[in-house]
T-cell receptor, first 113, second 116 residues
Framework: GDSVTQMEGPVTLSEEAFLTINCTYTATGYPSLFWYVQYPGEGLQLLLKATKADDKGSNKGFEATYRKETTSFHLEKGSVQVSDSAVYFCALSDRGSNYQLIWGAGTKLIIKP | NAGVMQNPRHLVRRRGQEARLRCSPMKGHSHVYWYRQLPEEGLKFMVYLQKENIIDESGMPKERFSAEFPKEGPSILRIQQVVRGDSAAYFC??????????????FGEGSRLTVL
């Protein structure tokens, strides 16, 4: 079945460092891909998405490019801030999963000042 | 425009008691999803409801768990005869259309159930 694999956390970085959180997927069709963010004590909120190969989603300085050849959707940010500390979830939606959202386990990001 | 409202935020129950978790979706949203999140784990889909109908309950345990979304009032996730393994955060999310069409779900802040 469809699945999403994220790099394990926690990821600890200093402020202004470059961030990459890896996400790879397996899917039977042509999925749409998403990144959600969960700040401490809050629910999840959509950060960005891409619906077809080579699309780039971007929001709040974060970017992710849909790479069909490597089945990846890595999240990047050029210069992180303490306020970016959160848990980041990669997810997909695909015909093979009956269009349910399939979630990765989440990656906790800790930014130190 | 209020977001998705869940209550209670925290609930403590003893083994064998019942837990009722409520979710009021965003105004205009008729699609509701319930997820469970265990500590240090990702979200696990439980059930998808659309007003008065259960559309997909493939993630719901067959026993003790039930969900409803009546015509009037909030969606309710009910857990009967709770056990320690039910301790988790339960998130409700809503969408104006099937979330799979857009991928965008609007989440509540969650209800954290602790079973003693």
């Amino acid at each position: 079945g469809d699945s999403v694999t994220q790099m394990e956390g926690p990821v600890t970085l200093s402020e202004e460092a470059f961030l990459t959180i890896n996400c790879t997927y397996t899917a039977t069709g042509y999925p749409s891909l998403f990144w959600y963010v969960q700040y401490p004590g809050e629910g999840l909120q959509l950060l960005l998405k891409a619906t077809k190969a080579d699309d780039k989603g971007s929001n709040k300085g974060f970017e992710a490019t849909y790479r069909k050849e490597t089945t990846s959707f890595h999240l990047e940010k050029g210069s992180v801030q303490v306020s970016d500390s959160a848990v980041y979830f990669c997810a997909l939606s695909d015909r093979g999963s009956n269009y349910q959202l399939i979630w990765g386990a989440g990656t906790k990001l800790i930014i130190k000042p | 425009n209020a977001g998705v409202m869940q209550n209670p935020r925290h609930l403590v129950r003893r083994r064998g008691q019942e837990a009722r978790l409520r979710c009021s979706p965003m105004k205009g949203h008729s699609h509701v999803y319930w997820y469970r999140q265990l500590p240090e784990e990702g979200l696990k889909f439980m059930v998808y409801l659309q007003k008065e109908n259960i559309i997909d309950e493939s993630g719901m345990p067959k026993e003790r768990f039930s969900a409803e979304f009546p015509k009037e009032g909030p969606s309710i996730l009910r857990i009967q005869q709770v056990v320690r393994g039910d301790s988790a955060a339960y998130f409700c999310a809503s969408s104006p259309v099937r979330a799979e069409n857009t991928g965008e779900l609007f989440f509540g802040e969650g209800s954290r159930l602790t079973v003693l």
